[in-house]
């Protein structure tokens, strides 16, 4: 904050910092702190940063305001108007507000695709140089690379992986209480909101309906949390709103519980004592033996749909969601349709356990059909193909003969170690070796030259990997049938050409001049581009007549 | 030369082409025994182990399969070094004495060669503490031959290289291309001599030294080795030839059926025919 200009949205004086005393500053981007006869800032936050600000209960004697950041760290400052505790207490919630206000407004600044764009360029090492190499030299714009090659990379890379639900996601929405008369504020997020429809497609449906033809976003969810639907322990007169969710509910309950039965992985008959399918929407099917009490049993119940919700949500596919929602608007014509999962379920027990115990990634790869290989002639196979020498094979009686020779020979040998190498023999071989060696070494020497330097090496797989993609994405213009391609096939040549006047040049200058390598080190590629250029010439030398 | 000593496997070719020079005999086991003495000389830790091979069979010559016998101390020599050359002399003149009728004329190395992977194989698995052994093949050798075990030879050189053992190959007379290869895959050193009188120097000069020091040395650059494999139709080397896409037989020149296994190839000339109608 020190050095440059911003302006002071909010300025608070009398506020401690570590036992000090000092003013609390307010800016565009961050939230600062100066200590009193200072004039740099010993507490400077950019908003990013912060996770979540706290406020200090209200009995308490100080009055505080707590920033937490998203490393874990705290800083706690601590309001000490002397005028009153009142106006302490004003302007620690001013602080507070102006403060949440300009979080939010900056956690909304990185639009959500420059985020996207980010992480892709994160995850793909190759994609980050390419942007590097394209981009960064002005070689093609940005909003053309996003458009023409990341598509390409955003493809390979596979569907994304949606988020689950958090199982406890209700228990997290907590409600803060005002303390003094009872009011209760909730907190909700785009996230819980979404989190509740996912779980509670009535729910949805009901808030598709309502708002804001009918209620305002506020005032629906205010009743949400107030109705018997959200709260068994609350009464009051908002039921209507919600009671037709906890029919559909139901209904939709007696179908879980259905299928579930049905299923031999798990024994539920157990806990029912009445068949479930006879009893309508009763509190029953949750089981009177789970426990005695209605209450408990209630609470099991409606714990076990909530779970099976958030377990549903999470395998949602887009045609489920379509049958939801028809399901959800017309929750009376539901029994029809239970006919159909019944049937499908009447697997036997075996060939469910079979499902449940094998994992397609866990298996060896599929068993491949061989062909089967008749060979015509076993023999030349196996022992393969020999060289036809000149030199003659030892007939048979010729081995025998020499044989009995050399078992002669060995059988009147002793080991005797000390005449073995003729000294004479030995300094020839040694003269003979040595000179092998020399040689070797001098054309070792001239042979290293082949080789790139290590970095010479990695940044020419650079320019080749740049100036192929780049050549693949003109090749694919042909044939430029449409007006779109031959545009983009226009656009490509320029670039191309671009490229080769931008690196390919200076890497080759660079190549000759510091590592002393060949001139025809790039002979290959710019041949490639030659022959782009010469088709590229052709085509328009032929459509321009 | 680590502290831990090293296995040396011996393979020795006794082939009886060996008496063509009858002179050579004598100095040809001489060299052979004290490499094998130098090696076990070099360090207490060190380990040898050789395996004769001619055209009849294969035999371990040291250690024996009897077991080993403590003799007494003859001549000042120390006793194992003693032990080792009696054990090898003596199996070598129960394996010459063994006639049997000749039904094929080559040594049998390859077979030996795979023996020795076997043997350091069984030795890494009897340590009591389960390491990769300091263990090498050496190869000598003297016969001349047609290669027709090649697929014995290349398979085993592939073994050889998948478990990391290296095979060091010297052949004495011409050279050895299949040897080579082998040395080559293996990660060994390929040596080819003029004759026997030179053997020992080259054995210490060359193989002494252990695969890992052998790094800090200057050996002698190794020379380009001839990959190029013989065509099943007319055994001649190609350098560039067509392989059978179902059996991977070599043919020299194009052919409409493979003749290994019966497969008719398609070829792409009715193909040509149409575009060039078309055109």
Not at chain 1, 365 to 372: L, Q
């Amino acid at each position: 904050m020190s050095g440059e200009r911003e302006d002071i949205l909010l300025q608070v004086n009398h506020v401690r910092y570590k036992k000090n005393n000092g003013q609390l500053y307010l800016s565009q981007s961050r939230v600062g702190w100066m200590m009193d006869d200072s004039d740099t800032f010993a507490v400077s936050v950019q908003y990013s940063d912060i996770r979540t600000q706290k406020i200090s209960p209200e009995g308490k004697p100080k009055v505080q305001l707590q920033i937490v950041l998203h490393d874990m760290t705290t800083h706690t400052f601590h309001f000490c108007t002397p005028e009153s505790r009142d106006k302490q207490v004003a302007e620690r919630n001013q602080t507070k507000e102006r403060l949440a206000q300009l979080m939010d407004k900056r956690k909304r600044l990185p639009p959500d695709d420059l985020v996207e764009k980010k992480r892709m360029l994160d995850e793909n090492e190759q994609l980050c140089q390419l942007y590097r190499d394209l981009v960064a030299t002005e070689i093609i714009s940005g909003d053309e690379f996003w458009k023409e090659i990341a598509v390409q990379y955003k493809n390979s890379m596979g569907p994304n992986q949606e988020m689950g639900i958090s199982g406890a996601f209700l228990a997290d929405i907590k409600p803060q209480t005002d303390g003094s008369n009872g009011k209760v504020q909730y907190n909700i997020t785009p996230e819980i909101m979404s989190a509740v429809f996912k779980t509670y497609p009535a729910v949805k449906k009901k808030h598709s309906e309502y708002v804001p033809h009918r209620m305002s976003e506020a005032e629906f969810w205010t009743r949400f949390f107030q109705s018997h639907y959200y709260s068994v322990h609350t009464n009051s007169g908002s039921e209507n709103v919600f009671s037709e969710c906890a029919k559909y509910d139901d209904k939709e309950w007696n179908r879980d519980v259905l299928s579930a039965r049905n299923d031999p992985m798990c024994d539920l008959t157990d806990i029912y004592e009445d068949k479930p399918m006879s009893i309508e929407n009763d509190i029953r099917i949750a089981g009177a033996k789970a426990g005695s009490n209605i209450m408990h049993a209630t609470m099991i119940k409606r714990f076990n749909q909530q779970s099976v919700g958030i377990l549903k949500a999470h395998t949602y596919t887009e045609k489920e969601k379509v049958l939801d929602e028809l399901a959800a608007q017309n929750p009376d014509s539901l029994p029809n349709g239970d006919a159909e999962p019944v049937v499908e379920v009447q697997k036997s027990k075996k060939a469910r356990l079979e499902e449940k115990i094998s994992y397609n990634d866990l298996e060896g790869p599929s068993k491949v059909e061989s062909a089967s290989l008749t060979i015509n002639q076993t023999h030349r196979y196996l022992t393969g193909p020999t060289e036809y020498t000149s030199m003659q094979s030892l007939e048979p009686q010729q081995v025998t003969l020499l044989q009995h020779h050399l078992a002669t020979e060995v059988s009147c040998w002793t080991p005797n170690l000390t005449d073995t190498q003729d000294p004479d023999a030995a300094y020839l071989q040694l003269q003979r070796f040595s000179d092998v060696c020399r040689r070797g070494r001098t054309s070792a020497g001239s042979r290293s030259g082949d080789e790139l330097p290590r970095k010479l090496h990695k940044e020419l797989t650079l320019v080749y990997s740049s100036a192929g993609e780049l050549l693949r994405h003109f090749w694919a213009c042909f044939p430029p049938r449409t007006p779109q391609l031959q545009e983009k096939l226009h656009k490509m040549h320029q670039t191309l050409g671009r490229y080769h006047d931008r690196t390919i040049r200076p890497f080759r200058d660079m190549a000759v001049n510091d590592y002393n390598c060949n001139v025809n080190i790039l002979d290959h590629l710019l041949g490639m581009i030659n022959i782009a250029n010469t088709k590229y010439e052709n085509w328009k030398a032929r459509n321009c007549r | 030369m680590t502290g831990d000593g090293s296995v040396l496997v011996m393979v020795v070719d006794v082939h009886p082409q060996m008496a063509e020079q009858p002179e050579y005999i004598h100095s040809y086991l001489n060299s052979v025994i004290a490499f094998a003495n130098y090696h076990l000389a070099f360090s207490r830790m060190n380990k040898v182990a050789l395996i004769a091979a001619n055209h009849h069979e294969t035999r371990f010559l040291y250690p024996q399969p009897t077991g080993e016998k403590v003799d007494r101390q003859k001549d000042g020599r120390l006793e194992y070094l003693n032990h080792v050359d009696e054990s090898i002399a003596e199996e070598l003149k129960d394996m010459m004495c063994k006639t049997q009728s000749v039904k094929q004329t080559e040594s049998l190395l390859s077979g030996a060669i795979c023996r020795a992977l076997l043997y350091t194989k069984r030795l890494e698995e009897e340590e009591t503490i389960k390491k990769k052994l300091n263990s090498r093949i050496l190869v000598i050798k003297i016969s001349t031959d047609t290669g027709s075990q090649y697929l014995n030879y290349i398979n085993t050189y592939l073994s050889a290289q998948k478990i990391g053992a290296a095979i060091d190959v010297c052949v004495i007379g011409s050279d050895c291309g299949l040897l080579q290869q082998g040395a080559d895959i293996s990660g060994g050193y390929y040596c080819c001599l003029q004759d026997v009188s030179e053997l020992l120097q080259s054995l210490v000069m060359m193989y002494q030294p252990d695969i890992a020091t052998r790094k800090k040395l200057n050996a002698p650059p190794p020379e380009s080795v001839d990959y190029r494999a013989a065509c099943f139709c007319h055994h001649t080397l190609v350098d560039m030839g067509n392989v059978c896409s179902n059996c991977l037989s070599v043919y020299c020149r194009t052919v409409p059926l493979c003749s290994t296994c019966d497969v008719i190839f398609q070829t792409d000339r009715p193909v040509m025919k149409a575009l060039k109608r078309k055109k």
